[in-house]
């Protein structure tokens, strides 16, 4: 085995930071005024520290990027994203490469901090592909994958996009990988489950966020086409807000059966934990974002908080033959349970690697994006973090879905169906 350099940015002692969010979009407004286009002359792009990472000996490398925030507001969640990459990457190494057309290959991930502003994100697209000639790019949020957009195409990089926003494989970007399974899909079994228990009239309170306005506005109609009220509407600024207490005032004046809410996971246990103080005694909507086991964790263990929750499951709390072993490593590597956004990017990078083999390819965006299906379908049991079933021609993944609930304190798993 030998070393080679491998970028990474922000600071070092960020990576042992948790996550924070399926679909990945921080509390930071992803508008960055003043700053130049995406990949404009005089934006470099984000800082880089290097890292030592080993590959196997006699094999080729291959460059793979990512951009993602690696400090500021949005870390508690980029560092995350990265962790599952990097330990698919060591793995896939240390087992001496993968194969492709009768060469052995192992991974090189060269990481630009973007601090979730998506004009970063384009620069440091731009630089990855001039740089170090990456065929495939991680950007772990909306406003970064949307800027990647604009010239992806015409760059030819595969953008392997970490964000549960619909309309991200409804662009025509024929080089547009989309991970997560959308947002729009936890809609109706979300509001449902919450009607049955607590009732209709629903309270609005997501993060002010493009992504959490995104999640609003698809929510609010289809609530009232399930019968149910929409008896507030606010927002919540957490860049700027630490005490919710007059925000939620406002909206449990309104007496609402169920509160949405959302966001990093951090601020979201904030929001329930004073909404409980305020005497509200239904039950929290939560957006794919925040995640049920990290709030109970934020809170030191409040099951009294979370009870009557719905959101998306805890990776721990699904446990199969296929993530088993990844959960167990991921928690003796970095003492912590992986989240969503670990599992997803480490099941990914073995998912890019049988694509790489199938289309023969380490250097066609087009050739590896067309044989991500096949590259899914042969990726090993014990690997599947999640039940994904397809690679679909939009380049989204087909994800089996689940949702969480929260009955007597306990985190139980329903199927959609159910």
């Keep these: 085995m030998k070393k080679i350099s491998m970028m990474v940015g922000g600071v070092m002692m960020l990576l042992a930071v948790g996550c924070n969010g399926d679909g990945g979009e921080s509390d930071v407004t992803e508008e960055a005024e003043g700053t130049p286009a995406p990949g404009a002359p005089g934006d470099e792009g984000g800082e880089e520290v290097e890292v030592d990472t080993e590959v196997a000996e006699g094999t080729e490398v291959v460059d793979i990027g990512f951009s993602g925030p690696l400090s500021g507001a949005g870390a508690y969640y980029g560092n995350n994203t990265l962790n599952g990459l990097t330990m698919a990457i060591e793995e896939i190494n240390e087992s001496g490469g993968f194969e492709v057309d009768g060469e052995m290959y192992s991974f090189n991930l060269v990481s630009l901090d973007d601090q979730y502003l998506p004009d970063e994100t384009g620069a440091n697209v731009r630089r990855l592909v001039q740089e170090n000639d990456t065929p495939v790019i991680f950007v772990p949020h909306s406003g970064g994958t949307y800027a990647t957009q604009v010239f992806n195409e ?37 509001s449902e489950y919450q009607m049955e228990r607590f009732g209709t009239d629903l309270a609005m309170l997501p993060p002010n966020s493009e992504f959490g306005m995104d999640w609003a506005e698809a929510l609010a109609p289809a609530w009232e ?33 169920v509160l949405f809410v959302g966001g990093s996971s951090e601020p979201t246990a904030q929001v329930m934990a004073q909404a409980r103080e305020q005497g509200f005694e239904g039950g929290f909507l939560v957006m794919d974002q925040a995640k049920l086991d990290e709030i109970d964790n934020v809170l030191g263990g409040a099951p009294e908080v979370i009870e009557g929750s719905v959101g998306v499951p805890p990776l721990v709390d699904d446990v199969h033959e296929g993530n088993e072993q990844f959960i167990s490593d991921y928690q003796d590597t970095f003492d912590a349970d992986p989240g969503s956004e670990a599992g997803y990017h480490y099941y990914s990078v073995y998912i890019l690697a049988e694509a790489m083999a199938a289309a023969g390819e380490t250097e066609d965006a087009h050739a590896i994006r067309e044989s991500l299906d096949e590259g899914l379908q042969q990726v090993d049991d014990d690997k599947h973090v999640y039940e994904v079933s397809e690679v679909d021609e939009d380049g989204g993944m087909v994800t089996e879905l689940r949702m969480a609930v929260v009955e007597d304190g306990e985190v139980e798993l329903v199927d959609f169906d159910d």
Excluded: C
């Design 154 to 190: 015409q760059d030819e990089v595969l953008l392997a996009s970490y964000s549960s926003e619909p309309e991200i494989t409804q662009q025509d970007n024929d080089l547009t990988w989309r991970i997560p399974p959308t947002y729009d899909k936890y809609i109706e079994p979300f």
């Design 225 to 257: 086409e399930m019968g149910g009220n929409v008896v507030h509407e606010s927002s919540v600024d957490y860049a700027q807000d630490t005490d919710f207490y007059t925000l939620l005032t406002n909206a449990l004046a309104e007496d609402p059966d």
